[in-house]
């Protein structure tokens, strides 16, 4: 590479590792908390089916 | 139950595209603009070219800077056109250094300089922290909201004792902690790129880190109240209280002197504009199916234990 670019490189991409993390920062917190979000929601989900299921069986029962 | 869920899922997919959407126009469509310049002793062809410089330098200390640049040297009565080869505080050397490696540096003058013109070429800034905007503010802009959220549904606790807005209020404040520490967290990303410091005791930022405080001094409230009523009508009156910091961080910026920046009215081109206003959005319906998600946890939590309460009896 044109060592006057690569120098121009050097000076003007400083900001780069900042914007990255900024961006890596987001969308892992986001994805990390809507997909946490999302399997507890499933496990819950599977918890009533059980439940409703055992009532629904004793409600036979009786 | 299950309406809410679908609501919360659509909006988690369009949120999700339109978020994807606004990323690949923050960085393949709008431009990037410039923030100063950078100098080089050397000059190359490129689109952020904006000229040669020259500028005069009356200590040699200052010349250190320049060391590679060609430059003019008055010393000791004489002058010297060459490139400064070596700098310090009591002297300059001035030479024939092509800057290229292996190049003759052949010495023209080693003297005390009383003024030099030094020369080279400047190129335009891209202020890549920008970037960060696009996003940074729709998430700043969600914390507000989600905030006004909960300090409404904490009125509409006091009004009514009803548990299920207590529990609305909760689920706000916990989804304007999560978009806080977003704001917070890219923010200080911000302010290091464009300031050069991870943080500064401005305005904007003082209020919004009260803010903070005040979010986090909810769920430390509700921890330290045993009794369920006394915590949801304590909480709710902190929420309120809370929430009179919001827009006194939002306007700030427009009421006293800040460094923080402030959007103006015609201030982004349109690439710019278009991918800002698809942010927004989509981080709204983000925002929107966050809350949806947590509060069909909720209730499912809730149908579990009536399950649970008449499978005991």
Do not use: C
């Amino acid at each position: 590479m044109d060592p006057t670019l690569e120098e121009v490189y050097s000076l003007v991409l400083t900001q780069w590792p900042l914007v990255a993390g900024a961006y890596a920062l987001l969308w892992t917190g986001l994805i990390v908390y809507v997909g946490l979000a999302l399997k507890r929601l499933n496990g819950l989900g599977r918890q009533v089916e059980v439940l409703e299921a055992a009532i629904a069986r004793r409600s036979g029962a009786e | 139950m299950k309406l809410a869920s679908t609501r919360a899922l659509v909006a988690l997919v369009l949120g999700g595209v339109l978020t994807l959407g606004a990323f690949l126009g923050t960085f393949f469509w709008a431009g990037v603009p410039d923030f100063g310049f950078v100098r080089v002793a050397g000059h190359t062809d490129s689109v952020r070219y904006q000229g040669p410089f020259e500028q005069k330098i009356d200590e040699a200390r200052y010349l250190a800077n320049y060391v590679g640049y060609e430059a003019e040297i008055e010393a000791d009565g004489e002058s010297y056109a060459g490139r400064v080869v070596e700098a310090d505080e009591s002297r300059v050397v001035v030479g024939t250094d092509t800057g290229d490696a292996g190049a003759p540096k052949d010495t023209i003058a080693v003297a005390d300089i009383t003024s030099a013109v030094v020369r080279g070429s400047e190129y335009g800034r891209p202020d890549w922290g920008q970037k960060i905007f696009y996003f940074h503010v729709p998430v700043a802009e969600i914390s507000f909201l989600v905030f006004a959220l909960a300090a409404f549904y904490g009125i509409r606790f006091i009004m009514t004792r009803k548990r299920e807005f207590d529990t609305r209020a909760r689920i706000s404040m916990e989804v304007t902690l999560t978009f806080v520490s977003l704001t917070m967290m890219t923010g200080i990303l911000w302010t290091r790129a464009a300031w050069g410091v991870w943080w500064e005791w401005e305005p904007r930022l003082t209020t919004y880190f009260i803010m903070t405080l005040l979010v986090i001094g909810y769920f430390v409230l509700r921890n330290a109240v045993e009794d369920e009523e006394r915590r949801a009508l304590y909480a709710a009156a902190f929420s309120i209280l809370a929430f009179i910091d919001a827009p006194i961080s939002f306007f700030i910026t427009r009421l006293i002197p800040s460094n923080h920046p402030v959007i103006e009215r015609g201030g982004l081109e349109p690439p710019m504009l278009v991918s800002f206003i698809v942010a927004q959005i989509g981080m709204i319906l983000l925002g929107y199916a966050i809350y949806q998600l947590r509060m069909g946890e909720t209730m499912l939590k809730d149908r579990i234990e009536h399950a649970k309460t008449l499978l005991e009896r």
